[in-house]
């Protein structure tokens, strides 16, 4: 085991920033303050450098099996290009196959994610509650360390499950302290107004998003915070992406109903003028699709007033040829876009920068706050004596362009191509290895390793 001395570089947390050294012995921080003397293997200098916790994307979707193809990025890439852009632990979606166990997709996707370099966990993903799949939940929590299980209530006739059972699963997996997350849109409305679009022969990408309304969004988001407040239970919406969706989590706050929100960072930076490119459009079909700038506004106002609570990426890339399926039907598109790499230098460089939001509250949405309501929290997502040395070394003053030419990730186009970016990751550091240093990557596939999460970690929110 060898150790490593950060020296005078500014920490920053989800409360604080100050100037200290942290000691980092094996995989573990183990001293924090000021002009630290210990020996170490190795020193490094952090001068007019920020510290950062890593950061954790709670929503990626590597190697994902999806529309007749399969995301472009597999655990070993796409956490390779999560650890040039600072993010050292992801939680990723085990899907299961309908008529198929929980534990069968948890075992599968297990199986994928040991070529990971970076930390991963899972969220199940139940597309088939019943009698069976109940009894799985128990042992998903308490052996295996699953903690949230996510429920779709869009893409009928594939991953679409009914309201019984997503109450019906709330009600399981509160019995042991996990928490039930949701894609929420109504599926059978954009199911109906997809099918109209289609047989009017509007097939570009831009009809993705015309037959994805805010409406749409908004109703299930309610829908699913009446469900959990029918029964008492937390819930954890994902990717919200517009001011209808977020007035509906505005309006139950009296209730004092604990209502979890994560959106990612295109839906707070690229807006729905970018469909308006013919089938380029294509790019930025996802679902639910980009909104508006004044929906970008609402949800950094939702960040500033602890509304939304984590930024994520919903990592779900596909090639170009991959989107050609959808040539002569946006249906067809499959949905997802690449992001892994840039969500902690764009929510610095426009978050921060741009003075939308503070440095903390930067390092509590990307970082500190996905490892609390998850479970991962204080072994991820802090900066204390203990914790796991999960460190970026960040340069607040380096700026550069975003190019699909020099991204690391496994796909041919960047959403935002030509962005400039003031900020640059240059180190990570995981589990006390020096992961990426001056965008080289020195790390071993299969160094990553699964986090089993702790239940009820919600409860202290
Ligand atoms: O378009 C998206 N978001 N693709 C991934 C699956 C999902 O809905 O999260
Ligand atoms: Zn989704
Ligand atoms: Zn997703």
Redesign the pocket.
Known sequence: MSSLLIKNGVIVTAHEAYQADIFVDGEIIRTIGKNLTVNADRVIDADRRYVFPGGIDV?T?ME?P?MSTE?SDDFYSGTRAGLFGGTTTIID?AIQTQGDTLTAAYQQWREKAKKSVGDYAFHVAVTDFNNNTRLEIKDLILNHGVTSFKT?M??KGA?MVDDRQIFELMEETAKYGAMVTA?CENGDVIDALVKRAIERGESAPKYHALTRPPIAEAEATSRFIDLAYAGDYPCYI??MTCKEALDRVRRVQERNQKVLVETCVQYLLLDDSLYDQGFNGAKY????PLRTKADQDALWSGLRQNLVHTVAT?H?PFCMEQKKMGEHAFNKI????PGIEHRVPLMFSEGVVKNRISLNKFVEVTSTMPAKIFGLYPKKGAIAVGSDADLVVFDPSNEYVLSAKTHTMNCDYSAYEGFNVKGHVDMTILRGSVVVEDNVASVERGFGAYVARRPYAWKNL
Do not use: Q
């Open positions: 929503h979707h994902l999806f995301s979606f779709f869009a893409y991953l894609h994902v990717h079909v996802m679902s639910p919903d779900c499959p949905n997802g876009a």
